[in-house]
């Protein structure tokens, strides 16, 4: 079963948090909430004392602070779930931009929230209800709908020989690097084109204008 997974939460809602420590707890094998609180500073301890995962809400302040937490959060290469109750579909791809793990409404609960988290510590995609909606926003319904951000890393990894350069040049980290690309292959497979290997995806990324041959 390996070690328990550990959580940083960052909630200002005693009932939320209160909430979310009991579906944990209940999990089986139980999740562990080492920390949590109101601001940020909860889940900045130094790296190798870090939580595998970090549960924040979006209501803590004005939105361009919250934003810039995320951002600072997923710079300091933290797993960051945003679990929220605001469900509109351009606050999640605004999330997913700035790096987080995946995007859940409080309405979706324990359901998404356990599996979620467990997903997060082990590095796997995890698609929520809540995204479905917004991974489908395109006008082409074959086509996935990739933030800039992702395609940013996709074509730079088409372009290097490793995920190690693509976090070098991208001043990321290997392990925010894997999650956009593993987001990646889940939009393409949602869409009916899976593309489990490189050269698959640089097969679709041709096929859907993302990049041109010249350009490898």
Same mark, same amino acid.
């Given at each position: 079963?390996?070690?328990?997974?550990?959580?940083?939460?960052?909630?200002?809602?005693?009932?939320?948090?209160?909430?979310?420590?009991?579906?944990?707890?209940?999990?089986?094998?139980?999740?562990?909430?080492?920390? /949590?609180?109101?601001?940020?500073?909860?889940?900045?301890?130094?790296?190798? #004392?870090?939580?595998?995962?970090?549960?924040?809400?979006?209501?803590?302040?004005?939105?361009?602070?919250?934003?810039?937490?995320? *951002?600072?959060?997923?710079?300091?290469? *933290?797993?960051?779930?945003?679990?929220?109750? *605001?469900?509109?579909?351009?606050?999640?791809?605004?999330?997913? /931009?700035?790096?987080?793990?995946?995007?859940?409404?409080?309405?979706?609960?324990?359901?998404?929230?356990?599996?979620?988290?467990?997903?997060?510590?082990?590095?796997?995609?995890?698609?929520?209800?809540?995204?479905?909606?917004?991974?489908?926003? #395109?006008?082409?319904?074959? *086509?996935?709908?990739?933030?800039?951000?992702?395609?940013?890393?996709?074509? /730079?990894?088409?372009?290097? /020989?490793?995920?190690?350069?693509?976090?070098?040049?991208?001043?990321?980290?290997?392990?925010?690097?894997?999650?956009?690309?593993?987001?990646?292959?889940?939009?393409?497979? #949602?869409?009916?084109?899976?593309?489990?290997?490189?050269? #698959?995806?640089?097969?679709?990324?041709?096929?859907?204008?993302?990049?041109?041959?010249?350009?490898?």
């Amino acid at each position: 079963m390996g070690r328990p997974v550990t959580v940083s939460v960052i909630d200002d809602h005693p009932v939320v948090l209160a909430g979310v420590r009991s579906w944990y707890s209940q999990a089986i094998p139980p999740i562990s909430v080492v920390a /949590e609180g109101t601001t940020m500073g909860v889940a900045m301890t130094p790296p190798g #004392n870090a939580a595998d995962v970090v549960v924040l809400d979006l209501r803590l302040g004005p939105a361009a602070s919250v934003f810039h937490d995320l *951002r600072t959060l997923v710079e300091a290469d *933290r797993q960051v779930i945003v679990y929220t109750m *605001r469900d509109d579909q351009q606050t999640a791809l605004n999330c997913l /931009e700035l790096g987080a793990f995946t995007y859940l409404t409080k309405a979706e609960g324990a359901e998404h929230l356990v599996p979620a988290t467990r997903a997060a510590a082990s590095g796997c995609p995890y698609t929520p209800p809540a995204l479905a909606g917004a991974f489908a926003g #395109n006008t082409a319904p074959d *086509r996935p709908a990739l933030t800039p951000r992702e395609a940013e890393v996709l074509i /730079e990894w088409f372009q290097s /020989e490793s995920k190690a350069m693509v976090a070098e040049s991208l001043g990321l980290s290997t392990r925010t690097v894997s999650s956009y690309l593993d987001r990646v292959r889940v939009k393409y497979a #949602n869409v009916g084109r899976p593309a489990a290997t490189k050269a #698959n995806l640089v097969a679709r990324a041709i096929q859907d204008g993302l990049v041109a041959l010249d350009d490898l």
